[in-house]
T-cell receptor, first 115, second 114 residues
Framework: DAGVTQSPTHLIKTRGQHVTLRCSPISGHKSVSWYQQVLGQGPQFIFQYYEKEERGRGNFPDRFSARQFPNYSSELNVNALLLGDSALYLC??????????????FGPGTRLTVT | AQSVTQLGSHVSVSEGALVLLRCNYSSSVPPYLFWYVQYPNQGLQLLLKYTTGATLVKGINGFEAEFKKSETSFHLTKPSAHMSDAAEYFCAVSGNGANSKLTFGKGITLSVRP
């Protein structure tokens, strides 16, 4: 079975622009979570979606938004990009919404560079 | 609220030596604890996790960790390091609620010397 896939692999944007990152979960997984990993730091939780509903939001500004589609794939959108948004964005899928109960499987990430 | 502290950012060991990576947690509810490994340019892979029951947890690639509630610790060990163990290691904590999320530490880079 295919693992979690993310696109694009790398992305370079200019300050003020908008970006959309995409994630396809493992087949059968209904939950998708997004994490931001700044260089030298651990991943930080941004959003979780389960059955197309938002189930959790981390401490990120409203410039960050996400959605989950009927096929359980997901998009992360970031508006008005700042230099500080440069990071590796990780997507994780799982069978259920509880990270304590259902193992999260991570994709390889999208490396976003904002110049 | 939950948090994880991983002291030190880099650990270097010789091949064949003991690996010990430290993790301390803070949690207002019974914690679920995890260790993940990240190889360069890759996502995170689960090494092992503690939920309930046996406090000594065995994971993949010969790693194990022991949950010590009295010390609020979940240190990761491996008896004999291999060159392929060189990577970044993250400790994480979550609750057991319906919408619980992972909270990660800053990570520790493990180097293995030949």
């Amino acid at each position: 079975d295919a693992g979690v896939t993310q696109s694009p692999t790398h992305l370079i944007k200019t300050r003020g622009q908008h970006v959309t990152l995409r994630c396809s979960p493992i087949s059968g997984h209904k939950s998708v979570s997004w994490y931001q990993q700044v260089l030298g730091q651990g991943p930080q939780f941004i959003f979780q979606y389960y059955e197309k509903e938002e189930r959790g939001r981390g401490n990120f500004p409203d410039r960050f938004s996400a959605r989950q589609f009927p096929n359980y794939s997901s998009e992360l959108n970031v508006n008005a990009l700042l230099l500080g948004d440069s990071a590796l964005y990780l997507c994780a899928s799982s069978l259920g919404a509880s990270a304590g109960i259902y193992e999260q499987y991570f994709g390889p990430g999208t490396r976003l560079t904002v110049t | 609220a939950q948090s994880v502290t991983q002291l030190g950012s880099h650990v270097s060991v010789s091949e064949g030596a003991l690996v010990l990576l430290r993790c301390n947690y803070s949690s207002s509810v019974p914690p679920y604890l995890f260790w993940y490994v990240q190889y360069p340019n890759q996502g995170l892979q689960l090494l092992l996790k503690y939920t309930t029951g046996a406090t000594l947890v065995k994971g993949i690639n010969g790693f194990e960790a022991e949950f010590k509630k009295s010390e609020t610790s979940f240190h990761l060990t491996k008896p004999s390091a291999h060159m392929s163990d060189a990577a970044e290691y993250f400790c994480a904590v979550s609750g057991n609620g319906a919408n619980s999320k992972l909270t990660f530490g800053k990570g520790i880079t493990l180097s293995v010397r030949p």
